[in-house]
């Protein structure tokens, strides 16, 4: 709220990152019959990067999809670790709109790696602000984010109604 109000600007710059969406120009060094998921990381996190740069003075945060980041496997999780943790640099606060739910030991342990720490490491290995998550299990599915968010001191965002039209 207050980063919103600093820029007075309540929009997030939503990263949902495909290689499809990229400048013409960024893809021209590429063979698109032998772009591999490495490629495909670098060249994302280069995009989030430059629009992270053009707007981290007028938007007060981003929200990256982490679908899109999934897609493209081991290098599109370390594009996605990495736009994050330049997100925060720049002074940007971070949703991770992972919509995560589960119950017991693996909903905790979703909450960790978003919102909280790993155990044993003592490290958190998405350090988002904000994760997104869905209620349809129950509190059960609910409870371990709260829990680690009053220990971090970060948030969520419960969905309750999408966008799609048979929702």
């Given at each position: 709220?207050?980063?919103?109000?600093?820029?007075?600007?309540?929009?997030?710059?939503?990263?949902?990152?495909?290689?499809?969406?990229?400048?013409?120009?960024?893809?021209?060094?590429?063979?698109?019959?032998?772009i591999d998921y490495k490629d495909a990381g670098k060249l994302i996190l280069e995009f989030n990067k430059a629009l992270i740069d053009e707007l981290k003075d007028i938007v007060p945060c981003i929200k990256v999809q982490i679908a899109y980041y999934e897609m493209y496997g081991h290098h599109g999780m370390k594009a996605y670790y990495k736009t994050v943790d330049y997100a925060k640099k720049k002074g940007l606060t971070v949703i991770a709109d992972a919509k995560r739910?589960?119950?017991?030991?693996?909903?905790?342990?979703?909450?960790n790696a978003y919102l909280g720490t790993t155990p044993i490491i003592n490290k958190n290995a998405f350090d988002a602000d904000f994760v997104t998550v869905t209620p349809y299990l129950g509190s059960d599915g609910v409870i371990p984010f709260i829990d680690v968010c009053k220990e971090s001191g970060k948030g969520i965002f419960v969905l309750v109604k999408t966008s799609n039209p048979s929702s």
């Open positions: 709220i207050d980063k919103i109000i600093e820029k007075q600007n309540p929009t997030a710059l939503g990263l949902d990152t495909r290689l499809e969406y990229l400048p013409d120009e960024m893809m021209a060094d590429y063979d698109p019959d032998d739910n589960d119950i017991g030991a693996t909903c905790t342990a979703y909450a």
